[in-house]
């Protein structure tokens, strides 16, 4: 914008300059001319009572103490032919003179003045004065560079008051994006300084008003979370205790597993909610070790619905870029798709292998399959919450790798999640 603006002033700068001058320097060289031109004349008129009674002796005197004083070439021409002076050939403009005109004309070597003189009892006699270019010319090149760098010097002092008006208006826009670019890196506590004109204060305004509601309805919205995540903590020890009360240890020892496993779930989402910025260290997990229990949690239901389980695990640990609650969420999500999209009896395997520096996560079923689009958040044509394959897909990002769905071999679903290295090695 800066440079526009410069550019802008310079062209207008530069326009109305050669509009002021070009006529002054025309006009400059014109007074110029017509100095040198009434010097002259003046030279001649003074000739004239010394042409009009004086003998040629004397005439011849004068004339040469004339072109000798103004350093300009002096001629007179008397009625009988001679030429008294500088000795130049009869000119056109002589030539009327002698008739009883004066007047001043062009020449090759610039402009000659002739007056007739009469009163001569032998005629009219002719004064003729040439002026050459260079007095016709005398201290107008020195005029036009001092214009030009009059307007050289104009147009700098323009640029320069456009650059600091266009500062000012450049400086609060730049605040403006910095400000803006802080909050989206969710910096929610960045406020630009109004400034500049009254639009862009309002502007700052408006967006110091937007960042404050933001912050507020977040800060809502996190509590809001963190207490309805809170209250599931009370249907969670009932559990608990009906678990302890069951007579077979195995059943007991099973779900009280479960309602550990979903407690600690609830817990991280509390914090996870409470949090104003994610955690400074990188996040790491074994996808191995992770993958391994949530199938043998998962193998359980699976057997009592009647589902073949194939799982091919490759020996761990297998590091990756996702924190474990994430993970372990992602394969959650993963596996109860499975079931909660297929018919009872409907084998699913799962395969975790490393392939090309990623960790490769594959869950097929037999299954009919997902319809498309499914993996877009809030999504699902079966009447869940359509968010499942979104926390899969969002962890997988956080790895930097990504979600993969497809048909499967067998006519059913395939997901792949794909799981990038963690960014530093995990703590020992």
Same mark, same amino acid.
């Given at each position: 914008m800066r440079a526009r603006l410069a550019l802008l002033v310079a062209a207008v700068s530069v326009l109305t300059l050669i509009a002021f001058l070009v006529p002054l320097a025309l006009l400059v060289r014109t007074v110029a001319e017509d100095r040198a031109t009434v010097r002259a004349t003046a030279d001649a008129q003074s000739l004239v009572p010394v042409v009009g009674t004086a003998d040629a002796a004397t005439i011849r005197l004068t004339v040469e103490q004339?072109?000798?004083?103004?350093?300009?070439?002096?001629?007179?021409?008397?009625?009988?032919?001679?030429?008294?002076?500088?000795?130049?050939? %009869? *000119? /056109?403009?002589? =030539? $009327?003179?002698?008739?009883?005109? +004066? #007047?001043?004309?062009?020449?090759? &070597?610039? @402009?000659?003045?002739?007056?007739?003189?009469?009163?001569?009892?032998?005629?009219?006699?002719?004064?003729?004065?040439?002026?050459?270019?260079?007095?016709?010319?005398?201290?107008?090149?020195?005029?036009?560079?001092?214009?030009?760098?009059?307007?050289?010097?104009?147009?700098?002092?323009?640029?320069?008051?456009?650059?600091?008006?266009?500062?000012?208006?450049?400086?609060?826009?730049?605040?403006?994006?910095?400000?803006?670019?802080?909050?989206?890196?969710?910096?929610?506590?960045?406020?630009?300084?109004?400034?500049?004109?009254?639009?862009?204060?309002?502007?700052?305004?408006?967006?110091?008003?937007?960042?404050?509601?933001?912050?507020?309805?977040?800060?809502?919205?996190?509590?809001?979370?963190?207490?309805?995540?809170?209250?599931? %903590? *009370? /249907?969670?020890? =009932? $559990?608990?205790?009906?678990?302890? +009360? #069951?007579?077979?240890?195995?059943? &007991?020892? @099973?779900?009280?597993?479960?309602?550990?496993?979903?407690?600690?779930?609830?817990?991280?989402?509390?914090?996870?909610?409470?949090?104003?910025?994610?955690?400074?260290?990188?996040?790491?997990?074994?996808?191995?070790?992770?993958?391994?229990?949530r199938v043998a949690f998962w193998s359980v239901l699976a057997e009592d619905t009647g589902r073949a389980v194939t799982l091919d695990l490759t020996p761990g640990p297998l590091p990756v870029g996702v924190a474990a609650d994430n993970l372990t969420a992602a394969v959650d999500a993963l596996l109860g798709n499975v079931f909660a999209h297929t018919p009872d009896g409907t084998p699913f395997a799962v395969r975790l292998a490393r392939e090309a520096g990623e960790v490769v996560l594959t869950v097929a079923d037999e299954g009919p399959g997902m319809p498309a689009g499914a993996i877009r958040r809030g999504a699902s044509a079966a009447g869940s919450t359509g968010l499942g394959l979104d926390i899969a897909r969002r962890a997988a990002q956080a790895a930097g790798g990504r979600l993969e769905l497809r048909a499967g071999p067998q006519g059913g679903a395939q997901v792949l999640l794909r799981l990038g290295p963690p960014t530093s090695p995990p703590d020992a």
């Open positions: 004339l072109a000798a004083e103004s350093g300009r070439p002096v001629s007179v021409f008397l009625p009988d032919g001679t030429v008294l002076g500088a000795q130049t050939p %009869r *000119t /056109p403009a002589v =030539a $009327l003179a002698a008739r009883g005109q +004066s #007047l001043t004309g062009e020449s090759a &070597a610039g @402009r000659e003045v002739v007056i007739a003189v009469q009163g001569r009892a032998d005629g009219t006699g002719v004064i003729r004065i040439a002026v050459p270019q260079h007095e016709l010319t005398a201290g107008v090149t020195r005029a036009w560079l001092v214009l030009a760098l009059l307007g050289v010097i104009l147009v700098l002092i323009g640029l320069l008051v456009a650059d600091r008006l266009a500062r000012t208006l450049v400086r609060p826009i730049s605040d403006l994006s910095a400000v803006s670019h802080r909050l989206a890196n969710a910096e929610l506590d960045a406020r630009v300084t109004p400034a500049g004109p009254p639009e862009l204060r309002e502007v700052a305004g408006a967006l110091n008003h937007l960042a404050t509601r933001i912050q507020v309805l977040l800060v809502q919205e996190r509590e809001q979370v963190a207490d309805l995540s809170h209250q599931l %903590r *009370t /249907p969670l020890t =009932a $559990l608990r205790l009906e678990a302890e +009360s #069951l007579r077979d240890p195995d059943d &007991a020892a @099973r779900i009280t597993a479960a309602a550990d496993g979903l407690e600690r779930a609830v817990t991280g989402l509390i914090r996870q909610a409470r949090w104003r910025h994610a955690p400074a260290q990188p996040a790491s997990s074994d996808a191995a070790a992770i993958v391994a229990d």
